[in-house]
């Protein structure tokens, strides 16, 4: 009997030439396992698809709910944007896939893995570093790493087999789509000075253009509801999408920082994901104490950097979420987002457990605040700054210049008189 081995398998070019690749030139079965985490399109003709180009089973998983509940939610308690601009959507979907890789491998008795990723991108990463976490007894295949073919000459490669694809020659884009937003590569994008194609956009095109309020509820850090209305989450991020999209607003374009330590100009969108992340972390700094609110923003790079290195399954990952969950427990209230054409701001929060105390911050009558007490606490919190400019400082060296200073090291033995009082 040939091995057997599970290919991540998405229904494009590379993992759609991948299938055949494997099978002729390593004499495997391959089993095609197709993990739906939102990314839309006919999963059956996906699953024809892998079938025509010779795998010997196509696999889809429904997961888009378990994406949202337990990728998403810990990724909207960390306000997770790689270097401060990309909400990982690729990256967060990656262990998800590995997930079921690995319980496919299993059920179908396979000997490895296999992905599509090219050794240029992070995905790989991802895939095999996700993997050898769950099952380093696994083999790691990755084709696109050893066949040197182009992407026009898998192009070719798909034609001269019969494989069914979507690319074509002149449009060269690679796309990777989930519940959480979009990422476009390749093309006319590889050149960081030209603007992107107009035509590359599909979540964020302007059709709105009237000004209009979207309240999002959230219940412990998690999203619950929309204007009021109780959605599940998958469905609340896919109308929270929309809607934002709708008036034109989520793009990211950026040079980022690959793991493999290259740049690469991206080019996202992410309506959902951006007005979400905006909405919960405006509420944080309404329900979060300050120096818990101080010491979470430090660590929330560090959380993103993590998944965006395919570190999901890792120990210090683990521990992060155990803080961050700490800290979502009173993360509960509305947030108001205001949309107008190229616009998304927040323009208004509230919550039953708010540490923000009106008779705290006003200047009117309804005053609550102890101005008697802020004279002493300002003098003993700069008591240290007084001391050092006293002593030290430029005020300090401006009174002391003409004099000379005696230091104590300078003082003879000889030069201490003895006390009145302390003869024998």
């Not at 599509?116 to 990755?142: M, S, W, Y």
């Not at 200073?405 to 003879?412: A, C, E, L, N, Y």
Request: charge should be negative.
């Amino acid at each position: 009997m040939a091995k057997r081995v599970v290919l991540a398998y998405s229904g494009g070019l590379d993992t759609s030439v991948a299938v055949k690749w494997l099978a002729e030139e390593s004499g495997v079965e391959v089993v095609a396992v197709a993990v739906d985490v939102g990314q839309g399109g006919d999963f059956e003709a996906i699953r024809s698809r892998a079938l025509a180009a010779g795998a010997v089973e196509s696999i889809v998983v429904d997961a888009r709910a378990e994406m949202a509940e337990e990728f998403v939610v810990p990724a909207i308690a960390a306000n997770a944007l790689y270097e401060g601009k990309y909400p990982l959507v690729s990256a967060l979907s990656r262990p998800v896939i590995v997930r079921h890789l690995v319980a496919e491998a299993r059920r179908h008795g396979a000997d490895s893995v296999a992905h599509g990723c090219t050794g240029k991108g992070n995905d790989q990463v991802r895939f095999e570093v996700g993997t050898r976490a769950l099952a380093p007894d696994l083999e790691i295949l990755a084709p696109a790493r050893s066949w040197g073919l182009t992407r026009e000459q898998c192009v070719d490669y798909a034609a001269r087999y019969g494989i069914p694809i979507e690319v074509t020659r002149e449009k060269l884009y690679s796309i990777d789509e989930n519940l959480w937003g979009r990422a476009i590569e390749c093309g006319a994008l590889e050149d960081p000075w030209a603007s992107p194609p107009d035509d590359i956009f599909a979540l964020t095109r302007p059709v709105a253009t009237e000004p209009h309020d979207l309240v999002i509820g959230f219940e412990a850090g998690v999203p619950v509801s929309l204007d009021g209305r109780t959605l599940p989450l998958v469905d609340l991020i896919a109308e929270v999408g929309s809607v934002v999209g709708g008036y034109g607003w989520g793009r990211i374009d950026m040079v980022e920082n690959r793991r493999v330590g290259i740049k690469s100009r991206e080019t996202y969108e992410c309506p959902g994901a951006l007005a979400i992340l905006a909405a919960h972390g405006d509420l944080e700094d309404l329900t979060l104490e300050r120096d818990l609110a101080h010491e979470k923003a430090r660590l929330e790079p560090r959380w993103a950097e993590l998944v965006y290195d395919g570190l999901w399954f890792s120990p210090l990952k683990e521990a992060l979420d155990a803080f961050f969950a700490t800290t979502q427990r009173h993360v509960t209230g509305e947030v108001r987002l205001s949309l107008s054409a190229g616009s998304c701001k927040v323009s208004g929060r509230r919550s039953p457990v708010a540490l923000y105390d009106y008779g705290l911050a006003t200047y009117d009558a309804a005053d609550t605040f102890r101005h008697e007490d802020a004279e002493g606490f300002v003098r003993l919190w700069g008591l240290g700054v007084a001391t050092w400019a006293s002593k030290q400082g430029e005020g300090a060296a401006a009174e002391h210049t003409g004099s000379r200073q005696v230091q104590p090291s300078q003082v003879q033995p000889s030069q201490v008189q003895p006390s009145p009082q302390g003869g024998d």
